[in-house]
């Protein structure tokens, strides 16, 4: 409620200053009986006011369940997932457009059935839905080149946990070696 009346005044403000019409600043006490129509959120904005007021009403938009949600349309792999080189991301990239079958930006059930066939990997459709459903950040059941970027990220942790794995498991076959080494020559010295 506070925020249609502060909606309000900046509107009556805004006309003011711009003059329209020779209208004077209402006085505050008493509130509009009939709301103001006010311009879209998307109105290209000259002025500070102005674009306040467009963000106030988109605001009052998203709070009444009216606001259609903003996707981002830039998205940076660089600055987004600094843990991949940029060949890798350009490899992901190429991969992507590969096994992206119907060119639609994204890769569905099918052709991520179809890629992880080719990589020799192949999954049951429970496993490929667990998949997208583990990075599939708009519920789309769809894997864009961001999710499949965080997909790539996921498996990149795992093969470093495995390779964490192997290294201590070789570490600890070399300690049995030593050990083994040390007690035959304690053998052969007590001997």
Known sequence: MASEELASKLQRRLQWEEGDSGLQPAPEAAPDPE???QPPA???TARADAELSAQLNRRLDINEGAARPRRCKVFHPYSEFPEFSRRLIKDLESMFKLYDAGRDGFID?????LMMEKLGAPQTHLGLK????????????????????ALSCASKFEAELKAEQDERKQEEE???VRQAAFRELKAAFSA
């Open 109 to 113: 059930l099918m052709e991520l059935k």
């Open 42 to 44: 998307w109105a290209p």
């Open 130 to 149: 667990s998949m997208i459903k583990e990075v599939d950040e708009d519920f789309d059941g769809k894997l864009s080149f961001r999710e499949v970027q």
């Open 35 to 37: 709301p103001q129509p």
């Open 174 to 176: 070399k300690r049995k």
